[in-house]
Structure formats: C-alpha cells, structure tokens
C-alpha cells in the first residue's frame, strides 16, 4: 500500500462547480499537511497548509481528520484556471522530506 | 519569498553521456536539498537527501554511482546522471530546505530540468 493515496481522476467539471479531493496516509506518524497544485511540465507549487482545525483560503477549504487519517481539498466556484493536478503530500516530522501522493487531475471546463 | 533556480530547464543527450543539472538557492542558505524524479503522469519521487558538506542518502533503489550528487555549498546542489540511457528521461526536480516559513513548511522547489536521453 502506498504512503499516501489519492483519488485517481482525473475529475473533469464545468465551470462554478465545487469539487472535492480525498487523500489518506498510512503513516501515524505524519505531522505536517499540504495540498500542492501542479501544472503541465511545472514544479509543484504550495497551495495551502492542512490544520486539524481546518483552514480555508478563498475558495479553498482544507480539512484533516487524523483519527481516520484523511485530508480532504474542497474547491468551489472552480475556475478555468483551477485546471491541474492536485497532490496531497505529507510529511513525518520537522526536517523528513515529504512523501507525495500520486496527484489527481482536475479539468475545469468553460 | 525564498527563490530555487535548477539550470538547465530542458536538456537533450546522447546514450552513454553524462548531463549535470544544477540547482541553486537564490536569496537563502539551503542546509538540505532534495532531488525528485517524475515520469509522466506519475507523482514526484524522492531520488536522494543533500546535506551541505556530507555525502548524499539514496533512497532504495536509486543507484547512487549512477546518479551522483554533490552540495559543496550551502547555495548549491548537483545531479550528475552518468552514462544515461533512454530510461533516465524524466521531469527531475530539487527543493532546498531554508528558514523556516509558515508552520511545518520550509522547502522550496525549483522549476525542474527535463532531461530526454535519445
């Protein structure tokens, strides 16, 4: 079983759609939470932090469950922008590298 | 925000050469760089740990003669893909671990090297 895993996708929605992307991790002992987004032939780049308390930024709400061990992105009002891959990447303890989900894929069509 | 510069962005080579592929902390002094490794439509796997000064740690089944890295300064990191083959194309990315920013976050990627072994 992977570290982390990810819905496979890809999710293909319209425009001004809310969709949301799951992610659980196996290991305990994960500490820190992000969600990465990703564009064709592009670094990934930070979305956003995950905190137990839940955050939300703009149109993106981030939520950690740690009993279940699942992460969950909820984006709303997609845009066509929003269009990329998203990676849930966790990560044990100050100074472990992190350990990247496989991605999913998202399509925002006008 | 802490900027990571990898050069070259793209590079073509011929089966049996060696490609070097640096990556460079701009504005801060990085202790630890990581080199990823993505093929297409898969996730980014982490090759190797750079800490400044010391030898690299390879994860399993990484070749660590084939794939040599040095971090001589606290600025930067090399990959070395020797004698490369078709196989080793891939989208290769570091990050490099600086100040600490937001909690639990502190590692910076560059823009990535896409290497095509012909």
């Known amino acids: 079983r992977k570290e982390v895993e990810q819905d496979p996708g890809p999710f293909n929605v319209p425009e001004g759609a809310t969709v949301a992307f799951n992610c659980t991790y196996s290991n305990s002992a994960s500490q820190s939470f992000f969600w990465y987004r990703q564009d064709c032939r592009k670094e990934p780049k930070l979305l956003m932090s995950v905190y137990s308390s839940g955050n939300e930024d703009g149109r993106f709400t981030a939520q950690l469950n740690r009993a279940s061990q699942y992460i969950s992105l909820l984006i709303r009002d997609s845009k066509l922008s929003d269009s990329a891959t998203y990676l849930c990447v966790v990560k044990r303890d100050y100074g472990q590298n992190f350990v990247f989900g496989p991605g999913t894929r998202l399509s925002v069509l006008p | 925000g802490a900027v990571v510069s990898q050069h070259p962005s793209w590079v073509i080579c011929k089966s049996g050469t060696s490609v070097k592929i640096e990556c460079r902390s701009l504005?801060?002094?990085?202790?630890?760089m990581f080199w990823y490794r993505q093929f297409p439509k898969q996730s980014l796997m982490l090759m190797a740990t750079?800490?400044?000064?010391?030898?690299?740690?390879?994860e399993q089944g990484v070749e660590k003669d084939k794939f040599l890295i040095n971090h001589a300064s606290l600025t930067l990191s090399t990959l070395t893909v020797t004698s490369a083959h078709p196989e080793d194309s891939s989208f290769y990315i570091c990050?490099?671990?600086?100040?600490?920013?937001?909690?639990?976050?502190?590692?910076?990627f560059g823009p990535g090297t896409r290497l095509t072994v012909t």
């Open positions: 990050s490099a671990r600086g100040p600490v920013g937001l909690a639990g976050y502190e590692q910076y």
């Open positions: 750079s800490n400044e000064g010391s030898k690299a740690t390879y």
């Open positions: 504005d801060f002094q990085a202790t630890t």
